[in-house]
Structure formats: C-alpha cells, structure tokens
C-alpha cells in the first residue's frame, strides 16, 4: 500500500470513491439539504480539476493498493479572518477511507501524509469537519488529536 499526490489520471477512480464516501455520509445524516444534485459528481470531478489537484495551496492525496484507490484525503490551506493573529491554518475537505480497509492503519498513513504537507507550509493548526452522527470517525479523529471546538446547528424553515 502506498501513499501519493493524487493526479488528474486519478480523477475518474476517485469520483468512484467519492460516491461511496457520499453513500456513506447519506447513510449518517439524511437531512434534504445534503441530498446529492442529479449531476453531483460530475460537479465534483469539475470542482477537484480546478481547484484541488496540482494547485499551490490544496492537495489531495491518495491510498493505493494493487493499483486500486482505496482512500483519500483532500485539503487546502485556509485563510484566517484579518482579526486573528493566525493568518492561515489547515482545512481538510474530506478524508474517506473504504470500509473493508478501515481499521488498518491506512486513514493514519494518509493523515500523516497530509499533516507533513501542511508543516511543509508553516502551518499550526488543522481543522476538520465531521457528522455529529458519525461517531466511529469522531473517535479516530479524536484519537488522533483532534479536540472539539465548533459546533454547527441546522434549523429547517418551514
């Protein structure tokens, strides 16, 4: 199993991930507001293309094992309010790892992948964001060090 950049020949393989990464966070949180749009992934594959792969400040990188994608993480550098002396920190945009592979290490592998490439850029401090429903990630997550430290709330409007 290795640890890479993802590039643009992997575009169409990780839209496979993606889905089952957004089947699976379906399968938490069913809130409408979260439901995918009929043309959800090509959107996606547009929106990683232009803004994620092979720019200065995001990433993605992947777990691959005999050639197959098997996980990932995508991230960028994030620019803080002009009020905070911290003027930009880590942001990880999504992190999914399939479910037969979970427990083994690789999630660890690829946090630790894009921890050492946020450093690479000075940065102190990563956030990410995760279901309040989705405990098993919740506690990897904060076995990993993660504290919590935000809450959002939705409110449907009748």
């Known amino acids: 199993m290795i640890i890479r950049r993802a590039t643009k020949k992997d575009v169409r393989e990780l839209a496979g991930l993606w889905d089952k990464f957004m089947e699976y966070l379906q399968e938490l949180d069913s809130e409408p507001l979260y439901e995918r749009s009929k043309d959800s992934r090509d959107e996606w594959v547009k929106y990683i293309k232009k803004k994620r792969i092979g720019k200065r400040d995001s990433v993605m990188f992947v777990a691959e094992k005999s050639r197959a994608l098997i996980g990932y993480c995508m991230a960028h550098v994030e620019k803080n309010k002009p009020i905070f002396k911290v003027k930009k920190y880590g942001h990880c945009d999504e992190f999914f790892v399939l479910e037969g ?58």
């Open 101 to 158: 592979y979970r427990g083994k290490g690789i999630g660890t592998k690829l946090k630790d992948t894009l921890f050492d490439w946020f450093k690479s850029r000075r940065l102190n401090y990563v956030e990410i964001g995760v279901l309040a429903l989705n405990f098993g990630t919740i506690k990897v997550y904060r076995h990993w060090g993660f504290k919590d430290h935000a809450h959002n709330m939705l409110l449907h409007l009748q």
